[in-house]
């Protein structure tokens, strides 16, 4: 949306590279389930009383 923004702006022709559209999702959700990973793994590995605690 920036990039159409500014390009209208400056009276310049936008160009997106479709595979950079493609791919930024994808890359959004590896970050998120890794960042999720090791909190998860951790928790999976302690007691759920200690985890109450």
């Known amino acids: 949306m920036t990039v159409v923004g500014v390009s209208a702006a400056k009276q310049w022709t936008p160009l997106l590279d479709v595979r950079l559209a493609l791919a930024a999702p994808v890359a959004g959700a590896v970050v998120g389930l890794l960042a999720g990973l090791y909190p ?4 999976a590995r302690m007691e759920p009383v200690d985890a109450l605690r």
Request: proline share 0%; net charge positive.
């Open 40 to 43: 998860a793994l951790r928790a």
